[in-house]
């Protein structure tokens, strides 16, 4: 490690040590990593601009200055009592050195003195969560005269952006992170899953690990507690079947097709199969995060009859399962970058999820009442004790997909209406009634309208809960949903098929 030069003045030293900026320099975890394109560019952007020999994206801890990127020099690191950009921590703006060598605070540094023969500098602070971090800089070998404040507007700007990347590219890790934590909680928590002997896997192509319920553990005799790895995974799994499953993964990882095997434990020779796609990748569209689930097929297997019953059944449910999760999910992160605001967005959605799912396992999967779906989102007394909601229609079996899509419908319309709509106010109503129409296609309709709530003017730009009413659960239930802003009030006409015999 370099000596921590002594010379500094005070104020910057203060700077430097600052716990609360050295706790956000730790958190973004790249010190010592490897090149990166994105600061790459930006550096050699700056050099460009200024007519500049080098230019470097720093950061600083209290004893190292370290180059996230470099151009015009092959050094990675200096001790910040040579540092010009420890400086610029210190200040409130881009800081500019003319001429170094008659500059008092950097004439002794060794870069000045030394064969590197700094002279010119101009330096802009990079900003992470409200910490001055480290810094955008300029270096040339010639003193100037002046820089115009045109230059100095835009390298404040690059170190803008360079900052802006620092935080997306953490955001990014954390949201990796959280989703893997979070889905393994709501997972372990979906009791149709369990129920259906289904183990559920999330697997972080970066580091190879694989977080799954505990199904999934005792599906492949893994260890009960503790970090498991994708490669204790496939040396679980029969020799002979090894291949297959390693080139079903290549071609979901490269071809972005579902990854998709059936294989046997080594040591039973019970058969699993395994269904997983990859539903995070980085700017590069390289792989991150897969997600999947597995299920135990023996007796499947051991019969040809019932496995054609077995596998239609089991592939229908974690296929829709999967797929609805995943759409969810990766929406929810694309509208929630912050992992707190998806933790709260994704919760609640895979919550209606699995409320749907436990009512069908408690009927086999032979479907749910209206009534009860309704009741999941207006509660037990929607009926009898009406809290500011007008409801009528009959009751009806909804078959099993539809009474998963329209429970995320009324759930996004429920959560709508209590953060902007009807419900945000003490005088808004919610009127929902539907009727079962057997012309020309029998199906179900039923109407959604709020009044008396607080002008309502269409969105600028539809958020997930939009996309999920108007477009994606019509795709997956093939139904036909209109979503309406009127001025009064949000209105919505959502139209599903029903089987005939349907009561």
């Known amino acids: 490690m370099t000596e921590v030069n002594s010379t500094l003045p005070d104020e910057v030293r203060r700077v430097l040590d600052d716990p609360s900026r050295l706790q956000a320099l730790a958190a973004l975890e790249v010190f010592g990593t490897g090149p990166d394109a994105d600061f790459d560019r930006i550096a050699r952007l700056a050099a460009h601009i200024f007519g500049a020999e080098i230019a470097l994206v720093t950061l600083i801890d209290s004893d190292r200055q370290w180059f996230r990127a470099s151009h015009g020099t092959d050094l990675t690191e200096m001790a910040p009592g040579d540092s010009f950009c420890a400086h610029v921590l210190a200040g409130t703006e881009a800081m500019v050195v003319l001429d170094a060598a008659a500059d008092p605070r950097f004439m002794h540094n060794a870069p000045v003195t030394g064969e590197e023969h700094v002279r010119f500098y101009a330096g802009a602070p990079i900003v992470v969560a409200g ?65 259906g002997n289904v183990g559920s896997w999330i697997w972080d192509i970066r580091t190879g690990e694989v977080v799954c319920n505990d199904m999934f553990r005792r599906m492949y005799q893994l260890p009960e507690s503790g970090p498991i790895q994708f490669e204790q995974v496939l040396h679980t799994i029969h020799p002979s079947d090894r291949p297959a499953i390693e080139e079903s993964i290549r071609a979901s990882l490269e071809e972005g097709v579902d990854f998709i095997a059936e294989v046997r434990a080594g040591e039973t020779g019970q058969w699993r199969t395994m269904r997983g796609r990859v539903y995070q990748r980085d700017a590069e569209g390289r792989a991150l995060i897969m997600m999947g689930a597995s299920t135990d097929i023996t007796e499947a297997k051991q019969s040809a009859d019932h496995t054609r019953l077995l596998l239609r059944e089991l592939n229908h449910r974690v296929k829709n399962t999967l797929a609805m999760i995943q759409s969810v999910a990766r929406q929810t992160i694309r509208q929630n970058p912050d992992p707190k605001a998806f933790m709260e967005a994704f919760s609640g959605r895979l919550r209606t999820i699995s409320d749907a799912h436990v009512l069908l396992a408690n009927r086999d999967w032979s479907g749910v009442h209206l009534y009860e779906v309704i009741a999941s989102q207006l509660g037990p007394d929607f009926l009898d004790h009406p809290d500011r909601a007008e409801v009528r229609g009959p009751d009806m079996m909804l078959p099993a997909d539809h009474a998963v899509g329209l429970g995320l419908i009324l759930h996004e319309l429920t959560t709508n209406a209590h953060r902007h709509g009807a419900w945000s106010t003490d005088q808004g109503i919610v009127n929902i009634e539907w009727e079962k129409r057997e012309e020309p296609v029998p199906g179900l309709i039923l109407r959604w309208r709020e009044t008396d709530g607080p002008k309502v003017a269409p969105p600028r730009d539809y958020g997930l809960g939009t996309r999920l009413i108007e477009r994606s659960l019509a795709k997956v239930l093939d139904s036909n949903v209109k979503l309406e802003f009127d001025p009064g009030g949000v209105a919505a006409e959502i139209w599903m098929p029903l089987p005939s015999e349907q009561d």
């Not at 040339?140 to 360079?162: C, H, I, K, S, Y």
């Not at 955001?171 to 959280?178: K, S």
Request: glycine share 6%; hydrophobic share 50%.
């Open 131 to 195: 910490q001055r971090l480290g810094s955008l800089c300029v270096i040339g070998r010639t003193p100037r005269a002046a820089v115009e404040p045109g230059l100095l507007d835009q390298l404040t700007d690059l170190a803008g952006l360079a900052s802006t990347l620092f935080a997306l590219k953490d955001e990014a890790r954390v949201r990796a992170r959280t989703a893997a934590a979070l889905l393994k909680e709501e997972w372990r928590h979906a009791l149709t899953l369990e129920a």
